[in-house]
């Protein structure tokens, strides 16, 4: 994305530290001069047909006449850039197609965001926040890390945002939405001390209902927008060498519900190969059990049709931070120092998507992020035979997270197997032990890890310098090493017993949970075991154990523990059954009080104490090696090789520590940079090939905690973030704008893009491939990236033309982006996969010259695309439809 005339490049590139940032032109520029943009991708204001970087540049006016403030509408408007919206969690950044698919809390993003020279190492601070009073947005392609921040393997966004000045500004915009959405924002500024300082506030409010209602509750809708922001700067320039600037900023927290806009589909009959899916305990079957079909104004046609939630709420988000930027000129070079802290706080209550009492929360996180970083940067002055930057960079990241799970009164009746279920909804005891077998129950749970206590440390030294061998040609070199210093404390508990705790096993992994243990053995001879011990029938030998089941965990040898389970054997069976002790109950009651355990015991999954995972300590490297040759003043020719790698993580996979490997990536490309027709015609392009090494995504692992367990021959599987061997990207990105034609600016860019897995021999199967015998993972080699089209493109055009005399100008704006088809899911399911979409956003409008006042309709989705975000075999989450707007646009 390029700019459209020599003014809007001027407006692209952010004054240098300590000067006045230029006014923008009031009129559309006579002669437009495209090759003039300029960028900062190198710590530096440099012509872009200069840098021999792949690179896409979107202009903040363009964001501000299309209403396009989000980080989703930001990257439709740049090659071979996407962004996956999950929940303002779990959202993230793809370059070439890689690193779509979310990730984990522990986990650095594959694709960067730098705002204002601080470098964001967590998805979450991009996804839930608007990007207003933007002054560019650069997209830079392949892995960076030389120059920029912290080191990433795929690529960098960096937005920068109007800086203070010292001449006066009172800027404003108001838009009415459909939904009762109101967007408005404001930008103040100019001196505070002329020539000393200056500030300048921005302030931002977006509120609207979302298009879903939820008809439980008819005030949540999905997918509703509640932000308020604002950021305050000071520009202090007390010498001509030396500036500081410093920003506050604050996004007080609020509530947007991103999760539960989800509509459910009759699940699939047959699995891939032909057999019968029984659908024993699929969501359908058991809306048909009598515990829920005797609320007659809920049927399956509801949960099919209407998006009913008891227990959906808002994800809470909110955020805060502050930077301090400061210059020096010093004998030709200048100092720089960034010092920077952020923080973010999540929360998410979810539901399972029904009006029933099943889950109070259906499993959210509650997290606590935490930045600290600090950058010190020497610039050469550009020119002469060699220029060059180094420094140093150290970033403290601290993240809490708790996974938490409430179950409600329904729970049991929602989670029974069949058999479990018609047994205890048999009578009123059974009915009582299937309410409390589940009922108020809390923990801190998650196939990672139920409480997470990160720290990530962070500290590198790089150097970039440009070789001017000769007139035509430069050979740019960077260097870089980043020591990585990661550890990860958790534990997995329960922190309520709810209702019953004395349905609670005995012990879990090593964890006294206060209860019993009974256990129906189906091995031999009908037998029961009781904490241990055989209570009826011969049982020669050890205790057996069914394959599939999970085995008896009291420890048998603790006398005190023993006589304690035994108690509450007895303790149940009288609050149940009113019988003297357990050994009075029939076998029928005995299995009621088994059955009402397992399903407690099925649910709260795998506990453990707190521990400490395998930290990941390494130095890695990171390097560019780029010549460039200029051919003439029109065109511009450039080869680069550059690596880049991310940090191993810090886990845990149901308790047991589980290190994953860095991802490193290997990026080739060739292109070229040329002015065309008089420099009407910009057209950049290039092809790129990427070799990633152990890239890190969801794989198919061995369950070493259950495998344990159950110790029956069998090996257990799970899935858990891992490496897959490799992955390979390769294709050709076009990038260009064309302003022959008076009044019009007409910009594309567009990739070809195949990601493939080159190597994936442990993917786990798919929904489809879930029946009986199938094998526990599958070899997915040479099969497409999740999450990657093969094809995207984006145009955009730019009319303006004065009108009446002159003092009006008319302008209309329009951004088509379209993806080809690709899967939305990391198992790469025939039923995961997105067709191919293209959505519209326009808008057109009268301003005076002056730019005092301007009103425009804007409309986003124009033609109502309808694709779907994602979909499994019984669900998908639809489109946001078209929304149309009026946006007044003044200075005061």
Same mark, same amino acid.
């Given at each position: 994305m390029l700019a459209s005339s020599a003014a809007q490049a001027a407006d692209a590139a952010p004054a240098p530290a300590g000067s006045a940032s230029a006014p923008a032109a009031d009129a559309p520029a006579e002669a437009p001069a495209l090759d003039a943009v300029v960028v900062r991708s190198r710590n530096r204001i440099e012509r872009l047909q200069d840098v021999p970087l792949s690179v896409s540049v979107v202009q903040g006016a363009e964001l501000d006449r299309l209403s396009a403030y989000g980080i989703d509408a930001i990257t439709k408007r740049a090659a071979n850039v996407s962004w996956n919206l999950g929940n303002q969690r779990t959202s993230s950044l793809s370059i070439r197609g890689v690193g779509k698919i979310g990730q984990t809390e522990a986990q650095d993003p594959s694709v960067g965001t730098i705002v204002d020279g601080v470098n964001f190492a967590y998805n979450a601070l991009t996804s839930s926040f608007d990007f207003v009073d933007v002054d560019t947005v650069e997209v830079t392609r392949g892995p960076q890390g030389t120059l920029l921040g912290k080191n990433t393997?795929?690529?960098?966004?960096?937005? @920068? &945002?109007?800086?203070?000045s010292f001449t006066p500004t009172a800027d404003y915009s108001l838009e009415f939405r459909q939904r009762d959405g109101l967007f408005a924002t404001a930008a103040l500024g100019g001196p505070v001390v002329d020539g000393l300082l200056a500030w300048r506030g921005t302030f931002s409010v977006n509120r609207g209902q979302g298009d879903i209602v939820n008809q439980y509750n008819r005030d949540i809708t999905y997918t509703n927008t509640d932000r308020v922001s604002g950021r305050v700067q000071f520009l202090y320039t007390p010498t001509p060498d030396f500036s500081a600037r410093v920003a506050v900023d604050l996004q007080p927290r609020a509530g947007e519900t991103t999760n539960g806009r989800t509509v459910f589909t009759p699940t699939p009959t047959t699995f891939s190969n032909g057999s019968v899916n029984s659908l024993a305990t699929d969501n359908g079957t058991r809306l048909q059990r009598r515990w829920f079909t005797q609320n007659t104004g809920y049927t399956l046609a509801d949960y099919y049709n209407v998006l009913s939630n008891d227990n959906q709420r808002p994800l809470v988000t909110g955020s805060r931070g502050a930077a301090a930027e400061l210059n020096w000129k010093l004998a030709g070079h200048t100092l720089t120092s960034i010092t920077a802290y952020k923080d973010y706080h999540f929360d998410a209550v979810n539901d399972e998507g029904t009006p029933f009492d099943v889950y109070r929360n259906a499993g959210g996180f509650w997290n606590d992020y935490r930045q600290v970083s600090q950058e010190l940067r020497i610039s050469s002055a550009a020119g002469g035979f060699l220029d060059y930057q180094g420094g140093l960079f150290l970033m403290d990241v601290h993240n809490v997270a708790d996974y938490r799970r409430w179950w409600g009164d329904d729970a049991g009746a929602w989670f029974a197997t069949p058999a479990q279920y018609?047994?205890? %909804? +048999? %009578?009123?005891?059974?009915?009582?032990?299937?309410?409390?077998?589940? #009922?108020?129950?809390?923990?801190?749970?998650?196939?990672?890890?139920?409480? $997470? %206590?990160?720290?990530?440390?962070? +500290?590198?030294?790089?150097? $970039? #310098?440009?070789?001017?061998?000769?007139?035509?040609? @430069?050979?740019t070199t960077g260097l870089r090493f980043t020591r990585e210093d990661r550890s990860n404390a958790g534990r997995s508990e329960i922190t309520s017993n709810g209702s019953a705790p004395e349905l609670n096993p005995s012990i879990v992994n090593g964890v006294g949970l206060g209860g019993f243990d009974s256990f129906y053995n189906t091995t031999s001879t009908a037998k029961w075991v009781l904490n241990g011990n055989v209570v009826s029938g011969a049982l020669p030998g050890a205790v057996n154990v069914a394959p599939g089941t999970v085995a008896l965990t009291t420890d048998t040898t603790n006398a005190a523990l023993l006589a304690q389970a035994n108690a509450q054997a007895d303790a149940a069976a009288r609050k149940y059954f009113g019988a003297a002790n357990w050994a009075a109950l029939t076998d029928a009651q005995k299995r009621q009080l088994a059955d009402a355990q397992a399903i407690r015991k099925s649910q709260v999954g795998v506990l453990f104490t707190q521990r400490q995972a395998?930290?990941?300590?390494? &130095? $890695?490297?990171a390097l560019v090696l780029s010549p460039t040759y200029k051919f003439n003043t029109n065109l511009t020719g450039y080869v680069s090789y550059q690596h880049g790698e991310k940090a191993g993580i810090s886990q845990f996979v149901n308790g047991v520590s589980s290190l994953v490997k860095p991802e490193k990536t290997d990026a080739y490309e060739l292109g070229f940079k040329s002015a065309l027709l008089n420099k009407t015609l910009i057209l950049n392009a290039d092809v790129f090939l990427m070799n990633i090494k152990d890239y890190q995504q969801s794989v198919r692992v061995v369950d070493e905690y259950l495998t344990a367990l159950n110790n029956d021959g069998t090996t257990y599987y799970t899935s858990a973030t891992g490496n897959v061997p490799k992955v390979q990207v390769k294709g050709l990105e076009v990038d260009g704008v064309y302003g022959g034609i008076p009044n019009l600016?007409?910009?594309?860019?567009? +990739?070809y893009n195949r990601a493939i897995y080159k190597e994936f021999p442990n993917a786990a199967q798919p929904v489809e491939n879930g029946y009986s015998g199938a094998p526990a993972y599958r070899d997915i080699s040479g099969q497409p990236l999740a999450g990657a089209p093969r094809y995207s493109f984006n145009i955009g055009a730019d009319y303006q033309r004065p009108v009446f005399g002159g003092e009006k100008v008319f302008h209309a704006s329009a951004n088509l982006a379209f993806s080809s088809s690709y899967y939305s899911d990391v198992l790469l399911s025939a039923y995961s996969g997105v067709p191919k979409s293209t959505t519209v956003d326009a808008a057109v409008g009268l301003g005076s010259r002056s730019k005092s006042f301007d009103v425009s309709l804007v409309v986003k989705n124009l033609f109502n695309d309808d694709t779907v975000r994602n979909q499994t075999w019984n669900s998908y989450t639809p489109a946001i439809p078209r929304s149309v707007g009026i946006q007044f646009v003044g200075k005061l």
């Open positions: 393997s795929l690529g960098v966004i960096n937005i @920068t &945002t109007r800086r203070p018609n047994r205890l %909804d +048999a %009578d009123a005891a059974g009915r009582v032990l299937l309410l409390n077998s589940l #009922a108020n129950v809390k923990t801190s749970y998650n196939s990672p890890t139920g409480v $997470q %206590d990160i720290r990530n440390k962070s +500290a590198a030294v790089f150097a $970039q #310098a440009n070789w001017h061998l000769s007139e035509p040609l @430069t050979v395998e930290g990941f300590r390494s &130095t $890695q490297p600016t007409l910009r594309f860019s567009g +990739a």
